[in-house]
């Protein structure tokens, strides 16, 4: 299958090519030439399985076919079970069983399995740059660490994420290098921008992103989806609607695809936190994006959600259409804060603020008199933001194994001046 831009001005590219790209040349998203739809899947007999076949039409004529299965089963080295709550009706798909305890690590870790092969035999290694202000870069280091021609240069505001964060990001070493940048995300991304923008760099220091615009992120995080809901139909006979936790709008838009090819799922609701551009464009305002605002679910911080092109792209632009076929509901700050509580205290169950958002939304809908089955898709282990978690629920939340293993190792970070030329001698040493 061949991918092209939505913005319709950059030639077509096979798989491999528009995953070791991320962003198209004319400034666009990669999307499917044709997307396979009316398909008739079946859950197999694991989610690596049933990932397998769902992605094999945009593999096909790839040279990363063949690998595609080794390619899942390597990726897809941890469960990602779908568990009833407490209420009726009601479940949560936690995507939270990685190594770094975010739904990230799934996106990351197959893109981290493409790139390995795509640049196999490469003269040069390839530097995957990135900017984080937290979860992206703590998956995309875990993904990447250990993989030969590969290495990751990660750049954080120092002292602007916490401590566990900060502490993810320096653990590995090898062939991931973390550097504290004394300024904002901003800076960060201000910097890795202009690094990736800069062909005279690149000609000595071949560069990649790996953000939620790839490609290699987007097409694996429909599996999870397709796995849950063809399962649950096939236990049950019934479609599962879904209730996303969304920032750039990449876990929902995976949802939206895998829907758009056949996948048995009813309704998918979008929960955002107070960054609200979304539920604005979906009640029938113009899309506004904006500056964001810092909320309790931060890696939702966004104000302007990139994969938003993608959703247009596969409506044709019918903004009409568009809002008639979702819902997206934000969730400010108390309301999070309130959620978390009374979960905990009515029902023992501990959600972190970005799945609280979703539950929230749940418990509206369900107040309204919405039927049938529902999952909410829980994106990080609470463990994962504990300073605002554990004086809610007034208990300390364990730390998962595969957490807990990269929290005991040292770590190092090296410091870097918020200056470009700093950052070029950085990855020329
Ligand atoms: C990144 C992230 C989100 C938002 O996902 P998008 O694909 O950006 O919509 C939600 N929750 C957590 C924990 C995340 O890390």
Not at 83 to 100: I, M, Q, S, Y
Not at 253 to 272: E, S
Not at 284 to 293: E, F, K, L, T
Request: proline share 7%; net charge negative.
């Amino acid at each position: 299958m061949n991918f092209i831009s939505t913005r319709n001005t950059a030639p077509a590219s096979n798989l491999s090519d528009a995953i070791a790209a991320g962003l198209a040349p004319d400034g666009g998203l990669y999307v499917p030439e044709k997307l396979p739809v009316g398909r008739n899947l079946e859950a197999g007999e694991d989610l690596a399985a049933t990932t397998t076949a769902l992605l094999a039409p945009f593999f096909e004529s790839d040279a990363l076919a063949p690998d595609l299965a080794a390619i899942c089963r390597e990726a897809f080295d941890f469960p990602v079970p779908l568990k009833p709550l407490a209420t009726p009706g009601d479940h949560v798909l936690e995507l939270f069983h990685g190594p770094t305890a975010a739904f990230k690590d799934i996106g990351a870790r197959f893109l981290a399995a493409c790139l390995a092969r795509i640049r196999r035999g490469a003269a040069q290694p390839l530097t995957i740059l990135v900017a984080t202000s937290g979860d992206t870069g703590a998956a995309v280091a875990a993904a990447f660490h250990g993989q030969p021609g590969l290495r990751v240069v990660v750049l954080y505001p120092d002292g602007r994420v916490s401590p566990r964060q900060a502490h993810q990001l320096g653990c590995f070493g090898g062939n991931v290098i973390a550097l504290r940048v004394a300024g904002s995300f901003d800076d960060c991304q201000a910097l890795v921008k202009r690094a990736l923008n800069d062909a005279q760099l690149q000609a000595q220091v071949p560069l990649s992103s790996a953000n939620s615009i790839s490609l290699g992120r987007l097409l694996p995080q429909m599996s999870y989806y397709a796995h849950a809901a063809l399962a649950h139909r096939g236990a049950t006979g019934r479609e599962l609607n879904f209730v996303i936790p969304t920032g750039n709008l990449g876990n929902a838009m995976a949802a939206i695809l895998a829907r758009a090819q056949g996948v048995p799922v009813g309704r998918i609701v979008l929960a955002t936190n107070a960054n609200a551009v979304l539920p604005e464009y979906f009640a029938g305002a113009d899309y506004a994006p904006r500056a964001s605002v810092a909320t309790l679910a931060n890696a939702m911080d966004v104000g302007a959600p990139s994969n938003f092109e993608r959703l247009r792209w596969l409506y044709a632009g019918d903004d009409a259409a568009l809002r008639a076929a979702f819902t997206a509901i934000a969730v400010d700050d108390a309301t999070i804060r309130a959620t978390i509580k009374a979960r905990w205290e009515r029902h023992g169950e501990v959600f972190c603020p970005h799945t609280a958002t979703a539950v929230h939304v749940l418990e509206s809908l369900r107040a309204e008199g919405v039927d049938g089955d529902w999952a909410v898709a829980a994106t990080a282990h609470p463990a994962k933001f504990e300073s605002v978690v554990e004086p809610l629920v007034g208990h300390a939340v364990a730390v998962p194994p595969a957490l807990a293993d990269l929290l005991a190792r040292p770590a190092h970070a090296e410091p870097l001046p918020p200056d470009y030329a700093a950052l070029q001698a950085r990855l020329l040493a």
